[in-house]
């Protein structure tokens, strides 16, 4: 009797480790840096200084985690904040900041309802913009973090 308490001892233990395993990530990934962090950046105000800011954090960002390789973030806009991209009326210092994270491979949404009520289309934006996935941007930025990625919102 306890040389069988004894194996089923040994197979229980055995399957909890297995277990174990499974959920751990791979530490060679996790030491190389494969895993990219997900962030969702939230700009819908109609203050210019609040979207500036957003911009440097977003290039902060990237630099602090190592590089665009490193992270992927998504940069989801809407309300009354597409008028401050509004590619005609963006001030210098708004283009510059949006530029620079466009190139470090931001992916930025504009609401598909929100240029729909203000009457523009993306040719209206700032280069680098494509509509949301969803058309409502509230439903793209829940979608995201059932996604894993992590909300910011400045």
């Avoid at 979207?51 to 806009?77: R, S």
């Amino acid at each position: 009797m306890k040389s069988h308490c004894n194996k089923l001892l040994l197979v229980s233990l055995s399957a909890v480790a297995l277990l174990a395993l499974a959920v751990v990530p791979d530490r060679a990934e996790a030491a190389e840096g494969k895993a990219k962090v997900k962030v969702l950046y939230h700009v819908d105000g109609k203050d210019p200084d609040v979207a500036k800011y957003a911009l440097a954090l977003i290039n902060k960002h990237i630099e602090a985690e190592g590089g665009p390789d490193n992270i992927d973030v998504e940069l989801v806009v809407h309300g009354p904040a597409l008028a401050l991209f509004e590619k005609d009326k963006m001030d210098p210092e708004m283009t510059k900041r949006f530029e620079q994270v466009i190139e470090k491979g931001v992916h930025a949404e504009m609401c598909q309802v929100s240029m729909k009520a203000f009457g523009k289309t993306l040719d209206n934006l700032a280069k680098g913009f494509v509509a949301t996935l969803h058309p409502v941007a509230v439903k793209r930025i829940a979608d995201l973090q059932q996604q894993g990625y992590l909300y910011i919102k400045p």
